[in-house]
């Protein structure tokens, strides 16, 4: 069994400290919300430059595939992206084209930037360990994402999935529901596909009976909450623990 590995969702706070207090409290990766978040370019950079010199995985959530975020991301160094609503195998291909440089896609060059710690090495040696480094996930999270799930996992290029339990129980009529049994049923699909095929699983929620599926379907990637969550479950625990009986 491929060893777990765990993170967080960085939805709002733009300090480039998080990665290093993520690193330091023992986590593995963290994904920076760049669909629901407002981060803009300067903040991500700074998140995703201290993530890269304190030794954590960032992955970007992306809004949408086209090449202009993806091109800007890539070069301040990001090592994942991960496409929210991936529906089809051309979806997340797009995606590879623009973060991956020849012969896996078409990214564009330009090696003296961040996400070669300004240092470039030579060029064709640098090209064949961006590729090698750089990770592309799709996040299923509909209907269509699940039945094309083998396809989407076939694609040159992509390393895994995340499965995206609210809007996938909402697409499947369950939302709101408490461990459903539809989200359950795709967590095992999901898990049998990506062993099939020899891809990473992963999963985003903090509802423990899809993160239980989730490890017994093999998944390896767990981004459970996020900053926000921790901040005020912390806050909630201070408050009790001063003012409870």
Do not use: W
């Amino acid at each position: 069994m491929e060893t777990r590995k765990v993170g967080i969702m960085l939805s709002e706070l733009a300090s480039g400290s998080l990665p290093v207090l993520f690193r330091a409290a023992g986590l593995d990766f963290f994904i920076l919300d760049c669909e629901h978040g407002g981060f803009d370019y300067g903040a991500v950079s700074r998140i995703v430059l201290s993530a890269r010199l304190c030794g954590i995985m960032c992955i970007i959530r992306i809004a949408d595939n086209s090449r202009k975020d993806i091109q800007k991301f890539m070069d301040m160094g990001a090592e994942g992206l991960l496409l929210p609503m991936t529906n089809e195998a051309q979806d997340i291909a797009q995606v590879v084209r623009y973060a991956k440089y020849r012969p896996v896609g078409g990214r564009g060059i330009s090696t003296m930037r961040a996400h070669t710690l300004y240092a470039p090495p030579p060029i064709a040696e640098y090209v064949r360990e961006a590729n090698a480094h750089t990770r592309v996930y799709a996040q299923i999270e509909t209907r269509r994402g699940v039945q094309n799930i083998a396809q989407i996992l076939s694609v040159a290029g992509v390393d895994g999935c995340f499965v995206g339990p609210n809007d996938l129980s909402d697409d499947l009529g369950c939302l709101g529901q408490a461990h459903a049994q539809p989200v359950l049923d795709v967590i095992s699909r999901v898990g049998k596909a990506a062993a099939q095929q020899g891809r990473q699983a992963g999963i985003i929620t903090s509802d423990a009976a899809y993160l239980s599926a989730a490890k017994g379907a093999g998944f390896s990637l767990f981004c459970k909450g996020s900053e926000l969550n921790a901040v005020k479950e912390y806050c909630r625990a201070v408050v009790d623990d001063i003012c409870g009986e």
